[in-house]
């Protein structure tokens, strides 16, 4: 396992933009993804992206406007959001998963952080 931390959420307003980071402990290579849980709802997948970043995953409702992307030297993932609207209000968690498992696959990820809230409203 490994520790993952969360920051970047925040207030926005509809149309504005975010970026969430996540940061990883130690010197492993893991496959990393992104969740969010809405208010009354399931914790629902976001995207991921394997080890060395070579393939990426968005929920399909979510392509057009976010985007996964990691940086190996400082252990960090990123989820780039555009034009929020207030749907996107959640709890937003990054999570880890060993380098071989399939990162659409939630009951790989064995590492999860605490969250950063997210809140778009005008």
């Known amino acids: 396992q490994v520790d993952v931390v969360e920051s970047g959420g925040g207030l926005a307003r509809p149309g504005d933009s975010l970026t969430l980071s996540c940061a990883a402990s130690?010197?492993?290579?893991?496959?990393m993804g992104w969740f969010r849980q809405a208010p009354g709802k399931d914790r629902e997948f976001v995207a991921g992206?394997?080890?060395?970043?070579?393939?990426?995953y968005l929920t399909s409702s979510l392509k057009e406007r976010f985007a996964i992307t990691r940086n190996n030297s400082k252990n960090t993932i990123y989820l780039r959001m555009d034009n929020l609207n207030p749907e996107d209000t959640a709890l937003y968690y990054c999570?880890?998963?060993?380098?071989?498992?399939?990162?659409?696959?939630?009951?790989?990820?064995?590492?999860w952080g605490q969250g950063t809230q997210v809140t778009v409203s005008s």
């Open positions: 999570a880890a998963q060993p380098a071989d498992g399939n990162v659409l696959n939630t009951w790989e990820y064995n590492s």
């Open positions: 130690g010197r492993s290579v893991y496959n």
């Open positions: 992206i394997n080890w060395s970043g070579s393939r990426t």
